[in-house]
C-alpha cells in the first residue's frame, strides 16, 4: 500500500507482452502503462487484441513474454483469482455474478460474516447496504440479483471487486446494455473511484463515452500498439485513423479504376428496411456485379445490417425487393430460398463444421437448399467439391480433409464455396478477411473482384478500410446502428470514410436507440 | 418476485389434496395416518434431503437407491452373521457411504465428468456390490431393532410419531438450516448458479463437489439405516428406484432441475405429497398401487412446465438487451 501513493510509480504497467495463439499472434510487444486515479480507454477494433491484453494482465492467458508490474512490483498472477490478490479486478459485459443469489450473497460469497458456523445474515445484509450506499445504491439487498437490471449488477459487481480492495479494475465494455441514465450512474461511480485512487481500464467501443469519461486513451490494432494519447489533445477523426486506418498517403493508391454499374439491374433492394432497436430504417440497393461495402466502427450496426440482408434478423418495418418482386425475409431458409447467402464473421462458431471434411461443409448449404428427400449423390458432391477446392485454390488439394485442419484462409474459402454452390444472386461476406494470412487475405480479394465480374451482388464488411476501398463500388457508412452516408465512384476513400464516421452529429444516432 | 414462489405452489397443492382426501375418506384426517405417512416415507425424506443439495448445486445423484440397498443388507449380514455390535455396524456403514460419496465427487470434478454418468455408474457398482453380500432377505432379530421399532412419541388423536419418522424430521430441519444458514449452503447455489462464476468468485468448487457428494451418500447411508428399522431386514433388492422418487420429491417440491434454486422444506413437502397419494390409494382399496406412480408422473410433468414457465418468465428482460456487438 506505501508505494502505491508514490506519484513516479505508475499503478500498473506493461511492458512489451506478447502472446501468440498458434501461428496467430494476438499481441506483439504491447505496452500499457495506467496511473493511479486515472481513467484509461484501451480501445481497438475486433482481433485487435485488447481482449487478449486483459486476459494476459489478469492471469487468465499465460503470456509468451513481457513484464507486468504494480505499483513497481512485478506479478505474475497464473488466475482471475491471484490476479484479484494482486488488487487487480475485472468486470466483464456479461456480469460474472450469480444472479439466483441475492445481492448480499454476491457481495460477500465465501466472505459471510459468522457466527458459531451460521451465516449473520442481518450483518451481511448491513454490510452490503452500507458497501452499496457508498454507490449511491439503495435496494433490497435480499432479493436476487437476477431481479435487478443490468446496470445494478455491474454497480454490484464494482463494489465486490473495490471491497475485495482492489486498484486497478478493468471494465470490459460496461456500458454496452445500458442506457444512458444507467451509464451516467456508472461514470459518476467512475470518476468517484478514481478519485480514491484506484486506476481505472475503459473497455468500450461507444467513442463519445471514451471522450466524456477517459483521461487517456491507448489504442491498439491487429495486435500492436499504436499509440498512447492524452484524451483531451486527440482529435476524434486522428483517434479513429489510429483504430482503422494505416497511413493515409499508403491507401489511396490501392483503388482500381471504378466501373460503371449505375446501368445494371439491380438485384436485391431494401427500402425504409429497419428494426427497432436493432438498426434504423435504411434504404439499399444492391446490383448485379457490384460491390457494396459497409463501413463503420464496431457496434456500428454493420452486422446487424447484414443479418436483416440475409434475414437471419426479422425486419419490423420496410420492403425488401427481389429482381424488382416483393419477398418476406423471415429466417435464413428465406434467404437462401432467394438466392442470398451468409459468410459470418465468426467463421468457427456460425460457419465451418470443423470436424466434417471440406467436401461435406461445401455441399452443406446446396442440400440444405435442395431438401433432405433429394440428396445430393457421392459423384455429384465430389464432382462439386473438386470444382470449388480447384477454382478458389483451397489448400491442401484434399476434398477429404476435415476442414478444421485447414488454416483460416481456407476455411474462409470453404465458406465461401458453401454459398457459389448454391449459385447465390446476393453474398454477403461479414469480415471475410479477418484473422487470415496477408497472402490468402490479397487472394480472396481478388476472388471478390473476380466473382462480381460473374455478375455476382456482393455486400461486404470490414474493418480493414483500405481494403474496402479497394473493392467496393460504393460504401455505406454507418454509426450508431444507423447508415449515415452512401459513397460512390471517386468519392470511395479512406478519408472521406473517416471523416462520415467522425463527424459529430449525434441526432442521427437517437432513433436506433430508441 | 413474480408470480408464487413454487414452494407456496406445492404447499398449496398438498393440502388441497390432503383436504379432498380427507373429503372422501374423513378418518384420513387423523394424527395415525399421519404418523403413519411419515413413517412409511422416512427413508425417502433423509434421501431426498441429500438430493436436494446435489440438483440446487446442479448435479443429480442416481446412486442413492443403489446406496440403501447396500446399506441394509451390509448392515444386516454385519450384525447377524458377522456379530458386530449394531452401533460399530452402523458407525461403519456411514463411513463407507460418505467415502463413496465422495469418491464419486472426486471423480466427477477432477475428471469433468456429468455427474449422471458417474452416479449411474456408482448405482451399478453399490447394487452389484450388495448382491455379491448377499442374493436373499437377512432378517435382523438384535434387541436393538424391536426398542427401536416399539418406540414412539404419543401424538394427540392416538398418532405415533415412531423413532425413524423422528429420524427423518431432524434430519430434514438439519439440512434446511444447513442449505439456508450456512456459508456451505450458500456455495450449493453459487455452484448451481454457475460452477465458472462460483469458482471466479473464489468458492473453492472441487471442494464443494465432494462434499456435496460425500453429504448425498452419508444421508443414503442413514436412509439405508432407517430402512433396515422399517423391515427388520437386510435384502439387496430394497429400495430399488428409490433415487427415481427422490428426484421426484425434489422437483415436485420446486427445485429447479438446472439448479441454482430450491429448498429442503419444498423436498420434504414433495415427500408428503408422494405419501399422501399412496395413503389415498391404500384408502381406496379397489385401485391398484401402481396409481401411485402415475400422479406422480402427473404432479412431475405439472411441476416441470410450471417451473420452464417461470424460467421463461424471469429470463425475458434479461435476452432483449443483449445481443448487441457489430
Redesign the interface.
Known amino acids: 500500500m506505501e508505494n502505491s501513493l508514490d506519484p513516479a510509480l505508475p499503478l500498473l504497467e506493461v511492458r512489451g507482452i506478447s502472446k501468440s495463439f498458434g501461428a496467430v499472434r494476438a499481441l506483439q510487444e504491447v505496452d500499457f502503462t495506467l496511473r493511479a486515479g486515472e481513467i484509461h480507454a484501451l480501445l481497438g477494433e475486433n482481433g485487435a487484441g485488447k481482449s487478449t491484453l486483459i486476459k494476459v494482465v489478469t492471469g487468465v492467458f499465460a503470456r509468451d513474454a513481457g513484464i507486468v508490474r504494480i505499483s513497481g512490483e512485478e506479478i505474475a498472477p497464473r488466475s482471475a483469482k491471484a490476479a484479484l490478490g494482486a488488487g487487480i479486478a475485472t468486470v466483464y459485459q456479461e456480469v460474472n455474478l450469480l444472479p439466483n443469489l441475492s445481492v448480499a450473497q454476491n457481495l460477500f460469497l465465501d466472505r459471510q460474516p459468522m457466527r458459531f458456523g451460521i451465516v449473520r445474515e442481518g450483518e451481511m445484509r448491513r454490510r452490503a447496504k452500507a458497501l452499496l450506499a457508498d454507490f449511491d445504491l439503495d435496494i433490497d439487498v435480499a432479493a436476487p440479483l437476477g431481479n435487478y437490471s443490468v446496470a445494478i449488477q455491474h454497480v454490484t459487481a464494482i463494489a465486490r471487486a473495490v471491497d475485495l480492495s482492489a486498484r486497478v479494475l478493468i471494465l470490459d465494455e460496461p456500458t454496452a446494455s445500458l442506457d444512458r441514465h444507467e451509464v451516467e450512474i456508472l461514470f459518476g461511480i467512475m470518476r468517484k473511484l478514481a478519485r480514491r485512487g484506484i486506476g481505472i481500464v475503459f473497455v468500450s467501443h461507444f467513442l463519445d463515452q471514451v471522450y466524456e469519461i477517459s483521461d487517456r486513451i491507448t489504442v491498439l490494432r491487429n495486435g500492436r500498439l499504436v499509440g498512447e494519447r492524452e484524451t483531451a489533445s486527440l482529435p476524434r477523426l486522428e483517434l479513429i485513423r489510429m483504430m482503422l486506418g494505416r497511413e493515409l498517403a499508403e491507401t489511396t493508391s490501392a483503388r482500381a479504376a471504378t466501373r460503371e454499374h449505375s446501368a445494371r439491374e439491380v438485384c436485391a433492394s431494401f427500402e425504409n428496411y429497419g428494426k427497432a432497436g436493432y438498426v434504423a430504417p435504411f434504404s439499399l440497393e444492391l446490383r448485379h456485379g457490384e460491390v457494396v461495402g459497409l463501413a463503420g466502427l464496431l457496434g456500428s450496426g454493420r452486422t446487424e445490417t447484414a443479418r436483416l440482408v440475409f434475414g437471419a434478423e426479422r425486419a419490423d418495418r420496410g420492403q425488401a425487393r427481389v429482381e424488382g418482386a416483393a419477398v418476406r425475409l423471415q429466417s435464413p431458409r428465406d434467404g437462401v430460398r432467394h438466392g442470398f447467402g451468409y459468410c459470418p464473421e465468426e467463421r468457427k462458431t456460425d460457419g465451418i463444421v470443423a470436424e466434417l471434411s471440406v467436401r461435406e461443409n461445401i455441399v452443406l448449404a446446396l442440400q440444405a437448399k435442395r431438401g433432405l428427400y433429394l440428396p445430393l449423390s457421392r459423384r455429384e458432391q465430389d464432382e462439386i467439391a473438386r470444382r470449388y477446392v480447384k477454382m478458389l485454390d483451397i489448400r491442401p488439394p484434399d476434398p477429404e480433409r476435415p476442414v478444421g485442419l485447414l488454416s483460416g484462409g481456407n476455411q474462409q474459402k470453404v465458406l465461401l464455396a458453401r454459398w457459389l454452390a448454391t449459385s447465390p444472386r446476393l453474398l454477403v461476406l461479414d469480415e471475410p478477411t479477418r484473422g487470415i494470412d496477408v497472402g490468402a487475405h490479397a487472394e480472396i480479394i481478388r476472388l471478390i473482384r473476380e466473382l462480381c465480374d460473374d455478375g455476382l451482388s456482393l455486400l461486404v464488411i470490414s474493418s480493414e478500410l483500405d481494403e474496402i476501398v479497394t473493392y467496393s463500388d460504393r460504401v455505406v457508412v454507418l454509426r450508431d446502428r444507423a447508415h449515415i452516408e452512401e459513397l460512390a465512384g471517386e468519392a470511395i476513400d479512406v478519408g472521406n470514410i473517416l471523416a462520415a464516421i467522425a463527424a459529430d452529429s449525434a441526432a442521427v444516432a437517437l432513433e436506433a436507440h430508441t | ?1 413474480k408470480g408464487l414462489p413454487p414452494v407456496l405452489i406445492t404447499a398449496i397443492v398438498l393440502v388441497a389434496g390432503f383436504a379432498l382426501c380427507a373429503m372422501q375418506f374423513p378418518n384420513i384426517a387423523s394424527t395415525r395416518v399421519v404418523g403413519n405417512l411419515l413413517t412409511d416415507n422416512a427413508f425417502l425424506g433423509i434421501v431426498a434431503t441429500g438430493m436436494t443439495f446435489v440438483i440446487i448445486s446442479g448435479g443429480i445423484d442416481l446412486s442413492v437407491g443403489s446406496v440403501i440397498g447396500f446399506t441394509t443388507v451390509f448392515v444386516a449380514l454385519a450384525i447377524e452373521r458377522w456379530g458386530v455390535p449394531p452401533l460399530v455396524a452402523f458407525v461403519a456403514i456411514l463411513a463407507l457411504s460418505a467415502a463413496f460419496g465422495a469418491a464419486m465427487g472426486a471423480v466427477i470434478h477432477v475428471f469433468d465428468l456429468p455427474p449422471f454418468i458417474v452416479t449411474l455408474a456408482g448405482m451399478f457398482l453399490a447394487r452389484g456390490a450388495s448382491f455379491l453380500l448377499s442374493t436373499e432377505s437377512v432378517p435382523i432379530t438384535a434387541p436393538v431393532y424391536s426398542t427401536v421399532s416399539d418406540f414412539a412419541l404419543r401424538m394427540p388423536g392416538g398418532g405415533r410419531l415412531t423413532a425413524i419418522a423422528i429420524i427423518m424430521l431432524v434430519i430434514v430441519i438439519g439440512g434446511a ?1 444447513l442449505l439456508h ?3 456451505f449452503g ?2 450449493v ?2 455452484l ?3 460452477r465458472v ?7 473453492a468448487v472441487g471442494k464443494m463437489t465432494v462434499k456435496i457428494y460425500m453429504l448425498s451418500s452419508l444421508l443414503a447411508g442413514i436412509a439405508g439405516i432407517v430402512f433396515s428399522f422399517y423391515t427388520s431386514a437386510g435384502y439387496s433388492l430394497s429400495a430399488v428406484g428409490v433415487e427415481l422418487d427422490s428426484i421426484a420429491a425434489v422437483v415436485i417440491g420446486g427445485t429447479l432441475l438446472t439448479g ?2 430450491g429448498s429442503v422444506i419444498g423436498t420434504f413437502l414433495g415427500v408428503l405429497i408422494q405419501g399422501m397419494i399412496q395413503t389415498y390409494i391404500n384408502f381406496d382399496g379397489t385401485l391398484s398401487s401402481w396409481w401411485t406412480k402415475i400422479a406422480t408422473g402427473v404432479l412431475l410433468f405439472a411441476f416441470i412446465a410450471l417451473q420452464q414457465g417461470l424460467v421463461a418468465l ?1 429470463r425475458r428482460p ?1 435476452t432483449k ?2 445481443g ?3
Open positions: 418476485m438450516l444458514l450456512t456459508r450458500a456455495n447455489y453459487a448451481g448458479g454457475s462464476t462460483a469458482s471466479l468468485m473464489g468458492v441454482g434454486q424471469a434479461v438487451s443483449a448487441a456487438a457489430s
